[in-house]
């Protein structure tokens, strides 16, 4: 099937269709939706085979479609309760083999609902349905088997009563909306079986004839009187389904010249007559050159109509008892599960490919970021390494003030900076103690027995600086550092516990002097020790 025919009703692939009567059968090989040749023979599958052995040898590889003729053919209108989208399928093909449940082929398809006077055809809005079956008779069977031997693909199964309702329609005035019911009726003499009669109601199938003719009444008198008679026989039966006088109904025989000039209008109860010879109708209908006006016969016409629509209408489901060689419907079906196959291998490339070309994006990315991480903790490192003070020291004195700020909250940093702005690197400290009690946890003995002794007490040890040589500058220096330390601690009581020399009642002064040739700040040459306290309030 061509990429065209995917988006038009019209068929362009070259294909056979065979269309078979229980007479004769009628072999045409159609290109472009034109028959290019035909072929007749016989109904008899055995006699046929070598006979049409050389038609199909024009083109071995075009599809053959069977489009039945017979006589035998089944027709059931059912209504069927309205079901989801999911149910219909399961319930329509259990009803189906309800009806037919014998060896035969079997399908269906919607028809028209009335619904206050209007039909209609959406298949979603209708839950009536005609269920056809033919039965597998020795005939059917038979052609079925030569189908499976030939080298040319089979298409399927085909039904010509519901693939030429379209035909009819080509032919005829075309339908208006309206509440009155109208009728349509095609009538053609078919070489394969005999007089074919459609009838459509509203555009739907409503019924189909076929009446056989006599070969030795077979003259233009007798064909056009055997035309009349099952026309208006036809006529006569659709009364039982709802006609009256008064619907629009109009006909199309299609005939001969020699048969249309016997036929008379005034015998026919049709509103509205067309009389066209097969010629015509290809002409019209742009089907090629069927075949000129004699003979009479409509068979070509039903076959290139069938062969230009790509649209089938109905396909028959063919069970195990028809013969079909597995091998075949491999054979037949392998390059279409093939070019499925390969399309969706094709589509999970694709989508792996891609996947493998974000995965690599993102490695890239992951990279790049984990490059700049390392470039900035080598730069802090840097950093770091470049700062006055140890990182380490800093963590654990900022420890230290965490632990001292509990309850108390005593700032160590602050007491930190009141002592270097007092002793301004001229003194050493050579021991810091600081001491936090609270009150406020604990038992309530215990906060009895600690309400005295609790509160805050700084206790530092200084060696002064080794400039100072004598007793009295010594306890001059501490004074003046005492001082210093009461106005920066404005809220804490300040009192030197130990003085850099002793003081006695004789007023005698004694102290620690000493000299060395060194700085040591460990054994200074004097040394003091001050306590800063505050007590809880």
């Not at 019911?181 to 078919?190: A, D, E, M, R, S």
């Amino acid at each position: 099937m061509s990429l065209k025919s995917l988006f038009s009703s019209h068929s362009t692939e070259p294909q056979f269709v065979l269309s078979l009567g229980d007479e004769n059968a009628v072999l045409v090989y159609c290109v472009d939706g034109k028959a290019k040749k035909a072929w007749l023979s016989s109904s008899d599958y055995e006699k046929s085979t070598d006979n049409f052995k050389e038609a199909f040898e024009v083109n071995p590889d075009a599809p053959v479609y069977l489009l039945l003729d017979i006589h035998e053919q089944l027709y059931r209108d059912e209504v069927i309760p309205i079901l989801n989208i999911f149910d219909k399928a399961k319930v329509l093909d259990r009803h189906l083999y309800s009806i037919f449940p014998g060896n035969c082929l079997h399908s269906y398809m919607p028809i028209e609902t009335e619904k206050n006077g209007f039909f209609l055809s959406s298949e979603n809005k209708t839950n009536n349905y005609l269920f056809i079956g033919v039965p597998i008779s020795d005939l059917v069977k038979g052609w079925l088997g030569i189908m499976d031997k030939i080298h040319n693909p089979f298409s399927g199964t085909y039904l010509l009563p519901v693939e030429s309702t379209g035909l009819v329609k080509k032919l005829l005035p075309k339908l208006k909306k309206s509440k009155e019911p109208c009728w349509q009726v095609l009538i053609g003499y078919n070489i394969a079986g005999g007089i074919r009669q459609i009838v459509l109601k509203n555009g739907y199938l409503i019924m189909t004839r076929l009446t056989q003719i006599n070969p030795e009444l077979s003259s233009s008198t007798n064909c056009a009187d055997e035309i009349q008679r099952n026309f208006n026989a036809t006529v006569s039966y659709i009364k039982r389904k709802g006609y009256s006088d008064n619907d629009k109904l109009d006909a199309v025989f299609i005939t001969s010249d020699t048969i249309r000039k016997h036929i008379k209008d005034s015998d026919t109860e049709t509103r509205t007559v067309t009389i066209m010879t097969p010629e015509q109708v290809g002409k019209r209908l742009g089907l090629g050159n069927i075949s000129s006006s004699e003979p009479p016969f409509c068979d070509m016409i039903h076959a290139v109509w069938f062969a230009a629509n790509s649209r089938k209408k109905l396909r028959f489901r063919r069970n195990m008892a028809t013969g079909k060689s597995l091998k075949k419907t491999i054979v037949q079906f392998a390059p279409y599960v093939l070019a499925v196959i390969s399309i969706v291998s094709i589509m999970l490339v694709s989508m792996s490919f891609i996947r493998i070309v974000k995965i690599r994006k993102s490695t890239t990315n992951i990279k790049q970021q984990i490059t700049k991480t390392v470039e900035m903790a080598q730069e802090n490192e840097l950093l770091l390494n470049r700062l006055p003070y140890s990182a380490s020291k800093i963590r654990e004195i900022m420890s230290l003030n965490e632990k001292l700020n509990v309850d108390r909250q005593i700032n160590l940093v602050e007491i930190l900076s009141n002592l270097e702005e007092v002793l301004k690197n001229e003194v050493v400290i050579s021991n810091l103690s600081i001491r936090a009690e609270s009150i406020k946890n604990g038992s309530v003995r215990r906060r009895r027995s600690l309400r005295k002794k609790a509160g805050t007490a700084i206790v530092i040890t200084i060696n002064l600086p080794n400039y100072i040589l004598t007793p009295e500058k010594a306890l001059s220096f501490s004074d003046e550092i005492e001082t210093q330390l009461e106005n920066v601690f404005t809220d804490y009581k300040v009192e030197m516990i130990r003085p850099p020399v002793d003081v006695f009642s004789n007023q005698t002064l004694q102290g620690r002097a000493g000299v060395k040739t060194e700085r040591d700040y460990t054994d200074a040459e004097y040394q003091t020790k001050f306590k800063i306290s505050k007590d809880e309030l």
